[in-house]
């Protein structure tokens, strides 16, 4: 059993080394977002991708109400908040090998509608880039 567990270790780490032959470029998407009303509002979407399962999500925005939480849709579904400081600023980030206060990077944005929303209303649209350079059937997020 031992030498089993071994094998297929060894032989997961040769294809993850192969893998990863020719994929250190890393892929970024970048999308400013609109505000949908006369508000000075403002945000950005930021996607990177390095590798067929490695990246990083990350959603800030500035001039909103202060100390308030607005819920993070991506492609309809509430992915997560974001919470303002006493400036009207905030941010969240995804991330594939999460850290801190980094939330896991379960879902692949390129493509989707990113809405930053308070109760029923959106505050700031926009739609994600899906052609960033890479194979969407090379990425597993």
């Avoid at 908040?81 to 991330?95: D, H, P, V, Y």
């Avoid at 809405?115 to 959106?122: C, F, L, T, Y």
């Amino acid at each position: 059993m031992r030498h089993y567990t071994k094998g297929l270790a060894l032989a997961g780490l040769a294809t993850v080394l192969m893998m990863g032959v020719g994929e250190a470029k890393t892929a970024r998407v970048k999308l400013v977002l609109a505000p949908t009303g006369s508000s000075q509002a403002s945000g950005k979407a930021g996607l990177a991708l390095r590798g067929p399962a490695e990246g990083k999500f990350e959603v800030s925005v500035r001039r909103l109400d202060a100390k308030t939480v607005y819920d993070l849709v991506v492609g309809g579904i509430r992915v997560g908040e974001i919470e303002t400081n006493k400036g009207g600023a905030g941010r969240i980030k995804f991330n594939s090998k999460p850290r801190g206060k980094d939330h896991l990077l379960g879902f692949d944005p390129r493509g989707d509608a990113i809405e930053v929303r308070h109760g029923a209303d959106d505050v700031l649209v926009g739609n994600l880039p899906f052609d960033d350079g890479s194979n969407d059937a090379d990425v597993a997020c």
